[in-house]
């Protein structure tokens, strides 16, 4: 991997980043879609709010969700269709306190498509 000369954000070089609350960026094949991740433990009841991980809401509920479990790989978490709420997910699968890799891909509420 290469080593940069400009350790900066992106959102310190575009000023739209900034305006939108993108520190940086990922490269997407489309307008609108991000993505964004965080490692948790397996709630009792499945419900993962995304503002108490740090993550921001989504705009709507037309988004991809990927679930890693580090604990018990043959207990993958799925997330209906259904569970998908643009603040929050409701997990199945998984035994209370197992560790997850939560990653969602969609557009971001506020951001501009």
Do not use: C, W
Not at 4 to 24: T, V, W
Not at 55 to 82: P, R, W
């Amino acid at each position: 991997m290469a080593i940069s000369n400009l350790p900066k954000s992106a959102q310190e070089y575009i000023p739209y980043l900034k305006d939108q609350g993108i520190p940086n960026l990922v490269g997407a094949a489309a307008r609108g879609f991000s993505m964004q991740g965080h490692q948790i433990a397996m709630p009792a009841d499945g419900i993962v709010v995304f503002a108490t991980h740090g993550l921001m809401d989504m705009a709507d509920t037309n988004y991809l969700v990927q679930i890693h479990n580090h604990t018990t790989e043959s207990k993958q978490g799925k997330v209906a269709l259904a569970d998908r709420k643009t603040s929050q997910i409701t997990i199945v699968g998984p035994a209370t306190s197992e560790v997850l890799d939560v990653v969602l891909f969609g557009k971001l509420k506020g951001q501009i498509a």
